[in-house]
């Protein structure tokens, strides 16, 4: 394809966000978005000319037929929009958390495969440059051999108690802090360390909320001996935005990495690497790569460029990051967080 129609489902924060990003590509047609606000639409109508807005997602992709769609619903529709999406043909980038379970997050991924459709989870940090960087370090041995990893988020989302019922305070529909952010952490131990083969010791706290959790802690096992812990918390006032963290530990020393810098200690020096013995700094603005339209980050243009590309393109799955396996895969260990929290009351 040389171009691509395109359209989004759900006009919320995330989805004006990701219109005014993709609307920015120069080979993407953003033709439809569908939405169930008539406030939202109307201002739409009004305000973006040449784009048709429906109330019925449906309706919209049968009568605007795209290439591919953004879905940012709430998480417990998003599986019957990305099954409905899949029989029509219509490749689709998916908010994150992918469902809300991993049986229907296995099945997306199988029916995507089969049909050769393009399917892509945004896990936004996958395109991060400082976590990029610090997997290729991981990668490349700089650290030596992996023993002991942490994985932390933290965000001041829920400072008071909760005074009316959303959809973030119900986890069936994919509220509360594990589904909001411990599946960042989570996706970031997968991208980076592998995908853990047990989760023990997990506990989920309630600050403010009344049906869902705002700390969630856990252990994560592999079989071949690495070991780490995750930490999320979401009512922690001392962070202004969200943020992640993470620390790994190898036989050759350790790299400690955030959205905006790293600190790597070497036991010795390493060939191919510039660092020296000791304690380094690797800051984002020594690395970033560039991109045509900044809006909240890079990652947030390079994460939708990649699927608007990998459409036009006709990538292959294995050459696309965040699939919907790898959202299957974050989604089968968050459920069995939820599990092992339980078990252990």
């Given at each position: ?248 530990f190898g036989n050759n020393g350790k790299l400690i990495v955030d959205q905006h810098e790293m600190k790597i200690f070497l036991n010795n020096t390493v060939d191919g690497y510039k660092y ?28 939708l460029y990649h699927f608007a590309d990998s459409v036009i393109n006709g990538r292959l799955t294995e050459d696309i990051q965040c699939t919907f396996e790898d959202g299957y895969n974050t ?15």
């Amino acid at each position: 394809m040389e171009t691509i129609r395109l359209s989004i489902i759900g006009m919320g924060r995330m989805g004006i966000t990701h219109f005014s990003i993709i609307n920015s590509h120069p080979c993407v047609e953003v033709v439809s978005v569908s939405d169930t606000s008539k406030v939202v639409l109307d201002i739409l109508r009004k305000n973006v000319p040449g784009i048709d807005v429906f109330t019925d997602y449906k309706e919209m992709i049968e009568q605007t037929r795209p290439d591919a769609v953004i879905v940012c619903t709430p998480p417990n529709f998003h599986n019957e929009v990305c099954q409905f999406a899949c029989e029509k043909g219509v490749n689709v980038f998916c908010e994150k958390p992918f469902t809300v379970s991993p049986n229907d997050a296995k099945r997306l991924q199988e029916m995507f495969s089969a049909k050769g459709l393009i399917g892509q989870v945004g896990y936004v940090n996958r395109f991060n440059d400082m976590f990029a960087t610090a997997r290729e370090y991981v990668n490349g041995g700089l650290i030596g051999n992996v023993i002991r990893f942490k994985s932390e988020m933290y965000s001041s989302t829920i400072t008071k108690p909760e005074s009316s019922d959303s959809w973030r305070s119900k986890r069936e529909n994919g509220g509360g802090a594990a589904y909001e952010m411990a599946v960042h952490a989570l996706d970031l131990v997968n991208y980076i360390i592998g995908v853990p083969d047990k989760v023990i010791g997990t506990s989920m706290n309630q600050v403010y909320s009344k049906n869902v959790e705002d700390i969630v802690s856990s252990t994560l096992v592999y079989k071949n001996g690495i070991s780490g812990t995750l930490y999320v918390n979401w009512c922690d006032t001392s962070y202004r935005k969200p943020t992640n963290r993470l620390e790994i530990f190898g036989n050759n020393g350790k790299l400690i990495v955030d959205q905006h810098e790293m600190k790597i200690f070497l036991n010795n020096t390493v060939d191919g690497y510039k660092y020296r013995k000791g304690w380094n700094a690797v800051y984002i603005t020594d690395i970033f790569k560039p991109v045509p339209f900044y809006v909240r980050g890079n990652e947030f243009t390079r994460q939708l460029y990649h699927f608007a590309d990998s459409v036009i393109n006709g990538r292959l799955t294995e050459d696309i990051q965040c699939t919907f396996e790898d959202g299957y895969n974050t989604q089968r260990i968050v459920h069995d967080m939820f599990n092992d929290s339980e078990n252990n009351k």
